[in-house]
């Protein structure tokens, strides 16, 4: 099976713009999460999608958002980009109906530069 | 309010020794554990879990322990080889919700 996509994998965009990051998950995979990295940062949870439906939400301002399409691809937008948008953003897919044992498998990411 | 915390930041080890990853978490509803493996620009790989039922899970050089009562973990890695050297992440779950709960990563240096 082909692993998670992500695209692009950088992208470069100044203060204000907004961005939209886009997820491919592994065949068969019906969730999608979302996480940022910033340098020497842990993963921070954005939000998950299941189905199209969004089904755990973390702590991010609404600037950040997120969708799911019915073959179960995401997208994530960040508007009015601001230097501290600078990080890593992670897509991880599961099958996700697997309770405990629902492992995620990761993109490579996106690295997203806000000049 | 850190539920998963990895107290080390970095941990270097000789190569060829037994290299001890430690995990604590703070919610008694978490009954499945991860541990992933990163490296720098790249997304993190999942290496082993284990469900609350059990207190030993082993996979070739990797084996991770859980102890409920004391709400820790450990990931035990023999021996450790260069390759080892990254970024290995705890994350923890309650199977009712899929959320993974990650804690800040505990760099490793394998040294030759």
């Known amino acids: 099976k082909a692993g998670v996509t992500q695209t692009p994998r950088y992208l470069i965009k100044t203060r204000g713009q907004q961005v939209t990051l886009s997820c491919s998950p592994i065949s068969g995979h019906r969730s999608v999460s979302w996480y940022q990295q910033t340098p020497g940062q842990g993963l921070q949870f954005l939000f998950e999608?299941?189905?199209?439906?969004?089904?755990n939400k973390g702590n991010f301002p609404g600037r950040f958002s997120g969708r799911q399409f019915s073959n179960s691809r995401s997208e994530m937008n960040v508007s009015t980009l601001e230097l501290g948008d600078s990080a890593l953003y992670l897509c991880?897919?599961?099958?996700?109906?697997?309770?405990?044992?629902?492992?995620?498998?990761f993109g490579p990411g996106t690295r997203l530069t806000v000049l | 309010d850190q539920q998963v915390k990895q107290n080390s930041p970095s941990l270097s080890v000789q190569e060829g020794r037994i290299s001890i990853l430690n995990c604590d978490y703070t919610?008694?509803?978490?009954?499945?554990f991860l541990w992933y493996k990163k490296y720098p620009a790249e997304g993190p790989t999942f290496l082993i879990s284990?469900?609350?039922i059990k207190d030993k899970n082993e996979d070739g050089r990797f084996t991770v322990f859980l102890n409920k009562s004391a709400k820790h973990l450990s990931l035990h890695i023999v021996p450790s080889q260069p390759g080892d050297s990254a970024v290995y992440f705890c994350?923890?779950?309650?199977?009712?919700?899929?959320?993974?709960?990650w804690g800040a990563g505990t760099k490793l240096i394998i040294k030759p």
């Open positions: 284990i469900s609350s």
């Open positions: 999608y299941f189905s199209e439906t969004q089904r």
């Open positions: 919610n008694s509803m978490f009954d499945y």
């Open positions: 994350a923890a779950r309650r199977s009712s919700n899929y959320q993974l709960i």
């Open positions: 991880a897919s599961s099958p996700g109906d697997r309770g405990g044992a629902d492992t995620q498998y």
